[in-house]
């Protein structure tokens, strides 16, 4: 069984995940500000030249095997907004973890939405935690 999980990384020198979620009403997750400094991690006491956070779009723990086709369309309504307030690299990532082999599909249509948006897309394939 694979479980797929679909986010869009938002960052960027002047991007603010609070600003950006109180202005847009979105759920930013694992966000840092601009001049944050994390106490772990590869940055661990260093202040951070951008903020950043996760738009989580699908979680097939929460939704098994939801569609990514209407999460796509509310980022791509988004995105003008994330960009205007400082999201100046934007990136989709989708991790596979599976049980067995990697193997996952997305429909003509999913492919477009994604295609549409512009965006690049990182893939991920990881077995999954027992």
Same mark, same amino acid.
């Given at each position: 069984?694979?479980?797929?999980?679909?986010?869009?990384?938002?960052?960027?020198?002047?991007?603010?995940?609070?600003?950006?979620?109180?202005?847009?009403? %979105?759920?930013?997750?694992?966000?840092?500000?601009?001049? =944050?400094?994390?106490?772990? #991690?590869?940055? $661990? #006491?260093? !202040?951070? !030249? =951008? &903020?950043? $956070? %996760?738009?989580? @779009?699908? =979680?097939? =723990? %929460?939704?098994?095997? &939801?569609?990514?086709?209407?999460?796509?369309?509310? @980022?791509? &309504?988004? %995105?003008?907004?994330?960009?205007?307030? #400082? !999201?100046?690299?934007?990136?989709?990532?989708?991790?596979?973890?599976?049980?067995?082999?990697?193997?996952?599909? @997305?429909?003509?249509?999913?492919?477009?939405?994604?295609?549409?948006? #512009?965006?690049?897309?990182?893939?991920?394939?990881?077995? $999954? $935690?027992?």
């Amino acid at each position: 069984m694979n479980r797929r999980f679909l986010y869009c990384v938002l960052q960027g020198p002047a991007f603010s995940p609070a600003r950006a979620a109180e202005r847009t009403g %979105l759920a930013l997750v694992d966000a840092n500000e601009p001049g =944050d400094v994390p106490p772990s #991690g590869r940055y $661990a #006491g260093k !202040a951070l !030249a =951008d &903020g950043s $956070a %996760l738009l989580v @779009l699908l =979680d097939d =723990d %929460l939704i098994p095997g &939801g569609s990514i086709l209407e999460p796509l369309r509310e @980022l791509k &309504g988004a %995105l003008p907004g994330l960009r205007a307030l #400082g !999201a100046t690299q934007v990136t989709l990532s989708l991790v596979v973890a599976w049980t067995g082999d990697c193997h996952f599909s @997305l429909s003509p249509g999913e492919l477009a939405e994604i295609a549409a948006l #512009g965006l690049p897309l990182e893939v991920s394939c990881h077995p $999954a $935690a027992t």
